[in-house]
């Protein structure tokens, strides 16, 4: 029936830990930057883009080939990738080859040449991180009008107060 009525009105699950879950969030060294820095100077010397690396393309392999959902952050010109976070955890060789393979689509290498022996710094780089499993509800508070997260604890720092009044924890958190 129809009315005049515009306010939205939305369902909501429950925020809990089970329903969250948890991540696979991989550290990346320090020296990674440099290793990100020196692809995509090799990337814009092949194809004289100025763009940024498109990491989204690195994001789809591990996601189809991981069956897994993946994310990286920070991905600005300024700040090369610090850590990657996964909702399963996959094998050093597996991210190798994912990122190898990655890696030479991305500098053009022709079909025929591509191969998993391919020698990448950057490859190895995230095979050798220990990945660190961290509860996303740990990461999550509850603000004035929405629920919001400190991605993973690596992005912003401070949050604003969580609940008005300046009470800042729900049920002991």
């Known amino acids: 029936m ?18 969250m879950g948890t991540v696979w969030l991989y550290r990346f060294p320090d ?6 820095k020196k692809l995509r100077a090799v990337y814009r010397g092949k194809t004289g883009s100025e763009a940024n690396l498109p990491y989204a393309g690195l994001l789809t392999v591990l996601r189809a080939s991981g069956a897994t959902s993946a994310t ?9 990738p610090q850590f990657l976070a996964l909702s399963k955890k996959l094998s050093p060789a597996h991210l190798r080859a994912a990122v190898a393979l990655w890696e030479q689509a991305l500098l053009q290498t022709t079909p025929d040449e591509i191969s998993l022996a391919y020698n990448s ?16 509800w740990d990461r999550v508070r509850l603000g004035r009008r929405a629920v919001d997260a400190d991605r993973l604890g690596v992005g912003r720092g401070q949050l604003e107060p969580c609940l008005p009044g300046g009470q800042d924890r729900l049920d002991g958190r």
Do not use: C, G
């Open 2 to 19: 129809p009315s005049n009525d515009t306010r939205m009105s939305m369902l909501a699950a429950p925020l809990t830990s089970a329903l």
């Open 31 to 36: 020296k990674i930057e440099h290793e990100w």
């Open 72 to 80: 990286l952050n920070p991905t600005s010109k300024s700040k090369p």
């Open 121 to 136: 710094d950057l490859a190895d780089l995230f095979a050798s991180v220990e990945p660190e499993q961290v509860a996303v």
